[in-house]
Each structure stands twice: as structure tokens, then as C-alpha cells.
């Protein structure tokens, strides 16, 4: 592996950042660092105007300033336009659309990574197959981006490390180098399906531990659900082509560590409400951000259907999100399953 670029010598590059929410302003701050000039693209031309006039996201990262070489446009064509790597980091229900629109910009030198976590909701396809589709690209040249990495502490450098995962390594080592820097650690993988499982389903599990930490079920119980929640995570992810030991690096037990443990994480957050006795419609409502959860638990309870696999945490959080099932009736559920062992059920 090379050693990183001189970032002095990115100052004419461009990359593009497709939505300006948490996630994608945090990861155009972290390409603006290492040199390059990012385009960051939101839909709204009042929001990209406001960003470029104040040099911040007020709306969902209001604490830190842009860099100049961070500008914001509403113009999907000026914003991929000579770019060499476009980002897609809408959430999950929005990718198709924006690619959709993106598609007739993108030259096919273009590198394109992903760092959405969740699936279509009606095809439970993964972002990867979506962006393959829209793009017209091989999806082994498509990278995922993923791991523990709250876009409030990425924006802060505050040591975080990620992954990036691509078919063909070669892109994801092009994404690597873009990335990395000393506050920003980025490791290649080869196992997309994997590190786009893992991403996706940990925040089923981090919803379920802000439900139970609401209902004070104590410490015992969020390690539990962590534990067989990374289980169940397996044993689909297994069935759906993914390497087992993905799940055990930076995008599996990583990010399940800091989503079921984070005061950041909108997931914990959203199932911490909903303990409080918020409506989930409230609680979707009043977040003002995206809980890739909610959707993600419907696509995973069709998954596990589809899949044959046994998945009891996904099972009963989509009894309480969706069929009004009491928390308490489904931690009875969960607590007076039939007796197994640990490992076969693994
Ligand atoms: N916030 C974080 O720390 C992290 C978020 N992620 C993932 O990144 C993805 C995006 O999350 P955030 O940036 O946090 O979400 P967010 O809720 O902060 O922002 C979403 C952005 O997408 C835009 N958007 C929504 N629907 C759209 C549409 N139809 N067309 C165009 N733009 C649209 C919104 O206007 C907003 O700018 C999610 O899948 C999330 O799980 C991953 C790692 C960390
Ligand atoms: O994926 C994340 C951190 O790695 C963000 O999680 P939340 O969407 O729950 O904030």
C-alpha cells in the first residue's frame, strides 16, 4: 500500500459529497481536510446558500465551521461535474431517487462510495445493488464506507476508525487513501455484503438497547441484547453470502458497540423515547434526523422470512414498533424462549 498522497496535492481535485445531512457534511470535512476541493450537494438551494454564506450546517452539525475549500450547491451537475469520487450518504430511502438523478453526471472513471446504512425498503436490496443498478456500473467498483463513527466526533477529530469495503480491493483502496488520515483510520475489506449487513442491522439492536436502557432493564440486559443481537446479525448475514468475520471487525461489533452505547446514536435515542411513551410517529417527527432502525427492522423481519432464519430480537422489535406489542411482553418473550445452546444457535 502506498503511503498517503501529499494532501497539497489534491488542492485542484474534486470530490463530491451527495446530501448534506450529519454524516455527509462530517465526511466532506474529513475530504476537505485531506486537501481536496469537495463539492457537497443538498437538495435545497435555501440550505446550500445558508452554508456558504455562514460556513456551517446550522441544521444538523451547527457547532462546527466549513473550510473554504468546502462548497455547498444545489446543482447535482455542478457538484459531480470533473469530480474524481462522489459519496452517496442520503439515507437508505432516498438513494435510488438521488441516483436516479445523479446517474446522467457520473463519467464512469468516477470512483462511487456509499456510506448509507440501512436497505430499499420494498426490494430489500442493499445501497450497493441500488447504486449498481442506477449507475449502470459493475457493483464489485462500488464502495461501502462503514463502521463506529458518529459524525459529532468525526467532525471534532476525535480518534475513529472505519472501513471501506469494495469487490474489486483496488477501489477500495482508492477510497482509503482519499479518507485516511491521522483522526480518521480507514481499513480495506473485501466483503461488502457483509459490511453492509453488519451496518445496516446494528441499529435494530442499538433501537431495542435505548428501549431497554428507557425501561432501566439495567446493564445485564443491553450486554444481552448486544451479545445475541450480534447472533442473530450472523446467522442472516451468513445465509445472505457474508464472511462471519466481518462481523467480528469495525463494521459489525464496532459500530454495535458504539450505536448500543452512544448518548449520539439517534437509534438508542429513538428506542430510549419510545420507553418514555412517545408514539414512534413522535418520536420519527421530533428527531429531525434520519433512524435508519425503524425502516431497517420491517426489511430484516422480511429478510428473516425470506432467508429462514431464526432472528427473536429483530422478531420482537417489530412486534413493538409496528403491532403496538407491550416492551415488557416482549422482553418476556425474548427472557422464555425455549431453552438452547449458546454456540449451535450462534
Ligand atoms: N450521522 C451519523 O453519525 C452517521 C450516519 N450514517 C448513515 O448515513 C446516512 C445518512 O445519515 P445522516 O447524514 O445522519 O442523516 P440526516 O438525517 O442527518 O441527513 C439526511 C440528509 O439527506 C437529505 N435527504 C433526505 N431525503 C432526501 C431525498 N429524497 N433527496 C435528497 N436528499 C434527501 C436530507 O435533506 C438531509 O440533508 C444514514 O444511512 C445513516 O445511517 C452512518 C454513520 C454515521
Ligand atoms: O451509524 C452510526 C454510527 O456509526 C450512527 O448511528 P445513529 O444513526 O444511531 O446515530
Known amino acids: 500500500m502506498e503511503a498517503q498522497e501529499d494532501s497539497s496535492n489534491r488542492i485542484h481535485r474534486r ?16 475530504l476537505a481536510e485531506n486537501g481536496f476541493q469537495v463539492m457537497l450537494w443538498t437538495r435545497s438551494e ?23 475549500n468546502i462548497t455547498a450547491t444545489s446543482s447535482l451537475e455542478e457538484a459531480i461535474a470533473a469530480s474524481e469520487l462522489v459519496l452517496f450518504v442520503s439515507p437508505s430511502a432516498a438513494m435510488r431517487q438521488v441516483a436516479q438523478a445523479a446517474s446522467p453526471y457520473i463519467k464512469d472513471e468516477m470512483l ?14 442493499p445501497m450497493s445493488i441500488v447504486l449498481a443498478e442506477e449507475l449502470q456500473r459493475p457493483v464489485e467498483n462500488i464502495v461501502v464506507l462503514s463502521g463506529p463513527s458518529h459524525a459529532e ?5 476525535l480518534p475513529t476508525t472505519v472501513v471501506v469495503a469494495a469487490g474489486e480491493l483496488v477501489c477500495a ?7 485516511i488520515n491521522t483522526a480518521f483510520r480507514v481499513y480495506t475489506n473485501q466483503d461488502v455484503a457483509g459490511v453492509e449487513i453488519a451496518g445496516a442491522l446494528k441499529n435494530i439492536i442499538a433501537l431495542g438497547a435505548g428501549l431497554s ?3 432501566q432493564y439495567g446493564d445485564n440486559a443491553r450486554a444481552a441484547l448486544m451479545t445475541r443481537g450480534l447472533a442473530e ?6 445465509q445472505m453470502g457474508a464472511n462471519p468475520l466481518t462481523f467480528a471487525g469495525l463494521a459489525g461489533v464496532g459500530d454495535l458497540i458504539v450505536t448500543c452505547t452512544s448518548k449520539h446514536s439517534r437509534n438508542w435515542r429513538a428506542g430510549y423515547k419510545l420507553a418514555q411513551g412517545e ?10 434526523m434520519v433512524v435508519e432502525g425503524v425502516k431497517t427492522t420491517r426489511a430484516t423481519y422480511q429478510l428473516a422470512e425470506k432467508y429462514q432464519v431464526e432472528m427473536p430480537i429483530t422478531t420482537q422489535l417489530y412486534e413493538v414498533l409496528f403491532n403496538g406489542k407491550q416492551p415488557k411482553l416482549a422482553v418476556e418473550a425474548l427472557m422464555g424462549r425455549i431453552r438452547t445452546n449458546e454456540i449451535e444457535q450462534f
Open 213 to 215: 436502557d428507557g425501561l
Open 15 to 30: 470530490v463530491t459529497v451527495l446530501a448534506a445531512g450529519s454524516w455527509g457534511t462530517a465526511l466532506a470535512m474529513v
Open 233 to 238: 446479525i450472523v446467522r442472516l448475514g451468513v
Open 112 to 125: 462511487i462510495v456509499h456510506a448509507t446504512k440501512g436497505f430499499e425498503a420494498d426490494t430489500l436490496k
Open 173 to 179: 483502496e482508492r477510497a482509503q487513501d482519499a479518507f
Open 153 to 157: 466526533e468525526v467532525v471534532r477529530r
Open 279 to 288: 408514539s414512534l410517529s413522535d418520536v420519527l417527527h421530533t428527531m429531525g
Open 46 to 68: 435555501e440550505h446550500a446558500a445558508a452554508m456558504n454564506k455562514q460556513r456551517k450546517n446550522e441544521k444538523y452539525l451547527q457547532d462546527v465551521m466549513l473550510p473554504n
